[in-house]
């Protein structure tokens, strides 16, 4: 029942971080350790299904977007269009992070890492805000192909736990004149093949390490986790056609000193 219960909790953080630009993964990391969450092959796996589960709640926010574009698939129609610059941006992480997961699985998943990204991510933040806020900005469907290149490059910096894909995507974006608003929908729709990659892959990796309460604390973690993340899409969206990243960046720089000083006193 505990790790039911551990499971509920973490898949609301995970719910609730997907896409704000503040690391769900990192806040896994953090929340894990304070309730003392398994650790091991599962509790990775665990970590990435469950993130599966709040990207399904963007399939179903932009169900029918998703639905008129795949309609519209055939070469030289908006919706090929779309999902080829969709894999353009997917190709960087998904190649980096093939070649380096196991260095970060053993490396980098641990709180020093996060709270210290959370500090760097924070500071890149703030200068992306000031130098390249309030850009005009291309419709989802009309982003360059190179515009999403940069965005698939930025995604990379993802790979260090505690930088965040949604900041890494939506600091990309706006990099390359995009509002902040449409690079959030782009960081979404690029979550999608993205999450579904890591996913399989982490279910290869950590099968062996499931047994029956650690497949129903998967499933409840996944459930919750969508929930919640589908609450979360529209009040994300809406909080960006009116305010600016730098909420959540004075977040992540509180955390991650709060975070750094706790570690230095070991007392995390």
Not at 213 to 233: H, K, P, R
Request: aromatic share 14%; proline share 2%.
């Amino acid at each position: 029942m505990e790790l039911i219960i551990q499971a509920i909790i973490l898949g609301i953080v995970e719910g609730i971080t997907e896409f704000l630009p503040v690391s769900s993964t990192g806040h896994l990391i953090l929340f894990g350790d304070f309730i003392g969450f398994k650790k091991g092959d599962f509790s990775i796996m665990f970590d990435v299904i469950i993130q599966l589960g709040a990207i399904l709640a963007v399939l179903v926010y932009y169900r029918k977007k998703i639905w008129e574009s795949l309609k519209n698939i055939k070469p030289g129609e908006w919706g090929f269009k779309l999902w080829f610059k969709i894999f353009i941006a997917f190709l960087p992480a998904a190649a980096l992070g093939f070649l380096l997961n196991d260095y970060i699985d053993e490396y980098l998943f641990s709180n020093v890492t996060v709270s210290i990204a959370l500090i760097i991510g924070a500071i890149f933040m703030i200068v992306v805000e000031k130098y390249f806020a309030n850009k005009t900005s291309d419709e989802i469907t009309e982003i360059s192909t190179k515009k999403s290149l940069f965005i698939g490059f930025a995604q990379c910096m993802a790979l260090i736990p505690g930088m965040s894909r949604s900041a890494s995507t939506i600091m990309g974006g706006m990099i390359v004149g995009l509002s902040v608003k449409v690079a959030a929908e782009f960081s979404f729709f690029l979550a999608i093949p993205t999450m579904f990659a890591a996913t399989g892959y982490s279910i290869i990796k950590g099968f062996a390490a499931m047994g029956a309460t650690e497949w129903i604390a998967l499933s409840v973690g996944f459930v919750t986790s969508f929930i919640v993340a589908f609450i979360v899409i529209g009040k994300f969206l809406s909080f960006l056609t009116k305010h600016s990243l730098k909420p959540f960046a004075y977040y992540r720089l509180i955390v991650g000193i709060l975070m750094l000083i706790l570690i230095a006193n070991n007392l995390v």
